[in-house]
């Protein structure tokens, strides 16, 4: 029997072969039979335990810590990963591909890594591999949007690592499992996971950088690096109060920017802050059923999201267009209802609709919130719920697919169809999860880290959830023409690093007028030099009685490949040097 | 057929209204959920709450020109 291997390693691999096949056709099974092989490997490795222990350099690197926690996670991107898969079919460069199944990977080595390094790499990776897939956008706004990606994600990974070294030296122990909260190195530790938990105000990289990425590329980014920050808050700090806050307060947070956005994709990343504010207050909870519940949403929500961004994604790859109000009045719902369709169970997923499956997992955590009686995190969560009802579900498609023009100059009809198939089939199979899974809810259930008590389908939960919803529509057809898109940007927190980049830049050239000025001078002072040592007397002579030079003017490129030889042989011989040396002293030391 | 929808969706909100008297919750949670129609009242106001707000910090604080960070 073939024994199973880390699943990380299985994307990894797969991205670096994909480039050597030729045939289009070829690499699109490729691409499909790879995430396919994950599962296959994820349903062989049932046993709990730690696997794949390598030493390397005195530590243990554990490649797969594997139990149920971390084993739903791993399903859920899996399943994913061949949704987007299906979806990103018709994408022609493998520069994405390879970006993408570096991701995928890096998320899965994450989820499965067993010691605080092996998570520390993969956690980089992910952020060096997902910011390509905003850069193959190929334009300006995906560019800047990229580098402060980068730059937050890296500044994150620093304290990451910074809160590891700590943690390794004072406890001795690389193992990745509950931290102690408290010490300087598990704050540290958390900053790095919150940075990519999207907890306010470090979640400006989600909104800023997500719309800007591919059409196929935003619908992975959804998936992975959020959640996989939800994973390892769960591992490392339930039940840390501050995380409880944090996470209710997050949930509104996204809501009310949500009310503000145009760029229909910003709006439903806004909307990732938001359901990931549930998710970060159910580990902040801390009891078995809010842990569920922050498992089994995490599950859930990577799927209607996915669903969600490849609506919207949809819309833009047919259409061009971005903006509500480049969007609204074009009557677009006449052609392309089967994307509408599939959209709304999205929408009808997120904003937890009976029998779809954000029901059976948002108002679990929502319950759990209940049961220890926390009335302030309890109505905070309720009004995200609102919150969510209001945009993704109405205000959203009702700007998308129908909804008036806001000017009379934009009326003119824009180009509209179906998605191509591919898109559409990879929507339906979502779809299809979110429905399944809603209906059936013992099939996540069963996958969770501890037995589930909950039943979501009583009487009081759906019809309170119904008066919820259909009271929310009622209040959106009072403000349904007010609720439009407006053409503005928000501020949001990225202000003080965009802002502040410009103060810096600014600060940086003055500086570099300085240098320039001082260059300028040092080198008219080596020059006078030069030519006064050449002929001190004649060059007295030309300064005060301007006697005519006969000396040949300074030239600055005389000696200089001499020197540039003689320089570079220094190097070599202080290179050999060095190496000789190591060996020397290491041999000594040995 | 936008009106037959209309009077649909009233008829349903009414039903939900009126299905959350039949319902008793035998231990609440909170003293709110004794409340016939709390979940009701609260989609609403907090609807209208959440947009008004929004909408006040968007246009006194927030929104900013397209351009504003070119």
């Given at each position: 029997?073939?024994?199973a291997?880390?699943?990380a390693?299985?994307f990894?691999?797969?991205?670096l072969?994909?480039?050597?096949l030729?045939a289009?056709r070829?690499?699109?099974?490729w691409l499909?039979f790879?995430p396919?092989l994950?599962?296959?490997?994820?349903?062989?490795?049932?046993s709990s335990?730690?696997?794949?222990i390598?030493h390397?350099?005195g530590?243990?690197?554990?490649f797969?810590?594997?139990?149920?926690?971390?084993?739903c996670f791993?399903y859920?991107?899996?399943?994913?990963?061949?949704?987007?898969?299906?979806?990103?079919?018709?994408v022609?460069?493998?520069?994405?591909?390879?970006?993408?199944?570096f991701?995928?990977?890096?998320?899965l080595g994450?989820v499965?890594?067993?010691?605080?390094f092996?998570?520390?790499?993969f956690?980089?990776?992910?952020a060096?591999?997902?910011v390509f897939?905003?850069?193959?956008?190929?334009?300006?706004?995906?560019?800047?949007?990229?580098?402060?990606?980068?730059?937050?994600?890296?500044?994150?990974?620093?304290?990451?690592?910074?809160?590891?070294?700590?943690?390794?030296?004072?406890?001795?122990?690389?193992?990745?499992g509950v931290?102690?909260?408290?010490?300087?190195?598990?704050?540290?530790?958390?900053l790095?996971?919150?940075?990519?938990?999207a907890v306010?105000?470090?979640?400006?990289?989600?909104?800023d950088?997500?719309?800007?990425?591919?059409?196929?590329?935003?619908?992975f980014?959804?998936a992975f690096?959020?959640?996989?920050?939800v994973?390892?808050?769960?591992r490392?700090?339930?039940?840390?109060?501050?995380?409880?806050?944090?996470?209710a307060?997050?949930?509104?947070?996204?809501?009310?920017?949500a009310?503000?956005?145009?760029?229909?994709?910003?709006?439903?990343?806004?909307?990732?802050?938001?359901?990931?504010g549930?998710m970060?207050?159910?580990?902040?909870?801390g009891?078995?059923?809010?842990?569920n519940g922050?498992?089994v949403?995490?599950?859930?929500?990577?799927?209607y999201k996915?669903?969600?961004?490849?609506?919207?994604?949809?819309?833009?790859?047919?259409?061009g267009?971005r903006?509500?109000?480049e969007?609204?009045?074009?009557n677009l719902?006449?052609?392309?209802?089967?994307?509408?369709?599939?959209?709304?169970?999205?929408?009808?997923?997120?904003?937890?609709?009976?029998?779809?499956?954000?029901?059976i997992?948002?108002t679990?955590?929502?319950?759990?919130?209940?049961?220890?009686?926390?009335?302030?995190?309890?109505?905070?969560?309720?009004?995200a719920?609102i919150g969510?009802?209001l945009?993704?579900?109405?205000k959203?498609?009702?700007?998308?697919?129908?909804?008036?023009?806001p000017?009379?100059?934009?009326?003119?009809?824009?180009?509209?169809?179906?998605?191509?198939?591919h898109m559409?089939?990879?929507m339906?199979?979502?779809?299809?999860?979110?429905?399944?899974?809603?209906?059936?809810?013992?099939?996540?259930?069963?996958?969770?880290p501890?037995?589930?008590?909950?039943?979501?389908?009583?009487?009081?939960h759906?019809v309170?959830?119904?008066?919820l919803?259909?009271?929310?529509?009622?209040a959106?057809?009072?403000?349904a023409?007010k609720l439009?898109?407006?053409p503005?940007?928000?501020?949001?927190?990225?202000?003080?690093?965009?802002?502040?980049?410009?103060?810096?830049m600014?600060?940086c050239?003055?500086?570099n007028?300085?240098?320039?000025?001082?260059?300028?001078?040092?080198?008219?002072?080596?020059?006078?030099?030069?030519?006064?040592?050449?002929?001190?007397?004649q060059?007295?002579?030309?300064l005060?009685?301007?006697?005519?030079?006969?000396?040949?003017?300074?030239d600055?490129?005389a000696?200089?490949?001499a020197?540039?030889?003689?320089v570079?042989?220094?190097?070599?011989?202080?290179c050999i040097?060095c190496?000789?040396?190591?060996?020397?002293?290491?041999?000594?030391?040995m | 057929?936008?009106r037959i929808?209309?009077?649909l969706?009233?008829?349903?909100?009414?039903?939900?209204?009126?299905?959350g008297f039949?319902i008793?919750?035998?231990?609440?949670?909170?003293?709110w959920e004794?409340?016939?129609?709390?979940?009701?009242?609260f989609?609403?106001?907090?609807?209208?709450?959440?947009?008004?707000?929004?909408?006040?910090l968007?246009?006194?604080?927030?929104?900013?020109?397209?351009d504003?960070y070119?």
């Amino acid at each position: 029997m073939i024994s199973a291997v880390p699943p990380a390693f299985i994307f990894i691999l797969g991205g670096l072969l994909l480039p050597l096949l030729r045939a289009r056709r070829l690499k699109q099974v490729w691409l499909l039979f790879i995430p396919a092989l994950a599962f296959a490997d994820l349903l062989a490795m049932q046993s709990s335990g730690t696997y794949w222990i390598y030493h390397f350099l005195g530590y243990d690197l554990v490649f797969g810590k594997i139990d149920t926690l971390s084993m739903c996670f791993g399903y859920v991107f899996v399943i994913v990963a061949f949704l987007g898969m299906v979806y990103a079919l018709h994408v022609k460069e493998d520069g994405q591909h390879v970006a993408t199944m570096f991701y995928i990977g890096s998320a899965l080595g994450v989820v499965f890594a067993g010691d605080l390094f092996t998570l520390f790499v993969f956690w980089e990776i992910m952020a060096a591999s997902s910011v390509f897939l905003i850069w193959y956008q190929r334009d300006k706004a995906a560019l800047g949007a990229g580098f402060r990606y980068l730059m937050v994600h890296l500044f994150g990974g620093s304290a990451l690592l910074a809160g590891i070294i700590i943690h390794v030296s004072t406890t001795g122990s690389t193992q990745f499992g509950v931290i102690d909260y408290g010490s300087l190195s598990s704050l540290l530790i958390l900053l790095g996971f919150i940075i990519n938990a999207a907890v306010p105000p470090f979640h400006a990289w989600l909104s800023d950088a997500y719309p800007e990425a591919t059409v196929t590329g935003s619908i992975f980014l959804t998936a992975f690096t959020t959640k996989s920050a939800v994973y390892v808050l769960i591992r490392a700090f339930p039940g840390v109060e501050l995380l409880v806050w944090m996470g209710a307060i997050m949930a509104v947070y996204g809501v009310v920017y949500a009310v503000l956005e145009n760029d229909i994709r910003r709006l439903l990343a806004y909307h990732i802050i938001s359901q990931v504010g549930y998710m970060v207050c159910g580990v902040g909870l801390g009891t078995e059923m809010a842990i569920n519940g922050s498992t089994v949403h995490a599950f859930c929500h990577i799927l209607y999201k996915a669903l969600l961004f490849m609506g919207a994604a949809a819309v833009i790859h047919v259409t061009g267009k971005r903006k509500l109000t480049e969007l609204q009045g074009k009557n677009l719902y006449k052609k392309m209802p089967i994307c509408l369709s599939l959209y709304m169970v999205g929408a009808f997923s997120i904003s937890a609709v009976p029998l779809f499956n954000g029901f059976i997992s948002k108002t679990m955590v929502v319950a759990a919130a209940g049961e220890l009686h926390r009335p302030v995190i309890y109505l905070l969560l309720h009004l995200a719920s609102i919150g969510t009802f209001l945009h993704t579900g109405l205000k959203l498609p009702y700007g998308i697919w129908f909804g008036k023009a806001p000017q009379v100059e934009t009326r003119d009809a824009i180009e509209a169809k179906e998605p191509p198939l591919h898109m559409l089939i990879a929507m339906g199979m979502t779809a299809f999860l979110c429905i399944v899974t809603g209906v059936f809810p013992h099939i996540l259930y069963n996958l969770l880290p501890y037995p589930v008590h909950y039943n979501p389908y009583t009487p009081y939960h759906i019809v309170g959830m119904l008066q919820l919803l259909l009271l929310t529509a009622a209040a959106f057809w009072l403000f349904a023409n007010k609720l439009g898109g407006e053409p503005t940007v928000s501020v949001d927190t990225d202000w003080f690093y965009r802002k502040g980049a410009g103060l810096v830049m600014r600060y940086c050239y003055r500086l570099n007028d300085v240098r320039t000025g001082m260059q300028t001078f040092a080198s008219r002072v080596v020059e006078g030099a030069v030519v006064a040592s050449k002929n001190p007397i004649q060059s007295v002579q030309t300064l005060f009685f301007r006697k005519k030079s006969v000396l040949s003017p300074y030239d600055a490129d005389a000696y200089r490949q001499a020197i540039g030889v003689g320089v570079m042989v220094l190097l070599v011989l202080l290179c050999i040097f060095c190496v000789i040396l190591f060996f020397r002293v290491g041999k000594l030391l040995m | 057929m936008t009106r037959i929808l209309r009077y649909l969706f009233l008829i349903a909100c009414g039903l939900a209204v009126l299905l959350g008297f039949l319902i008793h919750v035998k231990h609440p949670l909170f003293r709110w959920e004794t409340i016939p129609a709390f979940d009701a009242a609260f989609g609403f106001l907090g609807c209208i709450i959440i947009v008004l707000i929004s909408k006040m910090l968007g246009k006194y604080w927030l929104q900013k020109d397209e351009d504003y960070y070119d």
